[in-house]
């Protein structure tokens, strides 16, 4: 059986950074950034492509409560741009509760240092730094 990998979308595979930064939101962008207007994260698409070759990869990511209608958009935008991740969203405010082995995230505040797998934490330091270092790292301890 593959190993069950979750991926988080903002910050790690769509670029909601980017995205804050042209629109000026420096406090709380989570209100304000257009979820379906998001680039693909530099690499996202040739490092999904590969580990779905090898792993069982599911979206793991957190919609704000508030805007029900970018819950919509997120699955929408999965659908542009990850097609082969048809019926593997997650939506939750609780990663902890996922039943998985590895978990790429760049956020600890929805319950990611608990998760009883690997979490990656994306962006953080040089082991993951960017897709090309989380990947090397995926390889080396889990295939
Ligand atoms: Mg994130």
């Known amino acids: 059986m593959k190993k069950i ?3 988080d979308m903002d910050g790690v ?3 909601f950074a980017k995205a804050a930064e042209e629109g000026g939101w420096k406090h709380r962008p989570d209100k304000y950034v257009d ?6 994260m530099p690499g996202a698409t040739e490092a999904l492509h590969l580990l779905n070759q090898d792993f069982d990869i599911f979206i793991a990511s957190t919609p704000p409560w508030d805007r029900p209608d970018m819950w919509g958009a997120k699955r929408k935008w999965i659908a542009e741009h990850f097609p082969y991740l048809k019926r593997k969203l997650m939506l939750t405010h609780r990663k ?3 039943i998985g082995d590895i978990l790429i995230d760049d956020s600890r505040w929805r319950g990611q240092p608990d998760f009883k ?3 990656l934490w ?3 330091n040089q082991r ?3 897709w090309p270092s989380t990947l090397e790292l995926i390889y080396k ?3």
Request: charged share 25%; glycine share 8%.
């Open 35 to 40: 979820y379906r207007e998001l680039e693909v």
């Open 141 to 143: 301890k889990h295939a």
């Open 96 to 98: 902890d509760l996922l």
């Open 117 to 119: 797998g690997d979490w």
């Open 5 to 7: 990998i979750y991926v």
């Open 128 to 130: 993951c730094l960017d």
């Open 13 to 15: 595979i769509a670029n």
């Open 122 to 124: 994306f962006g953080s």
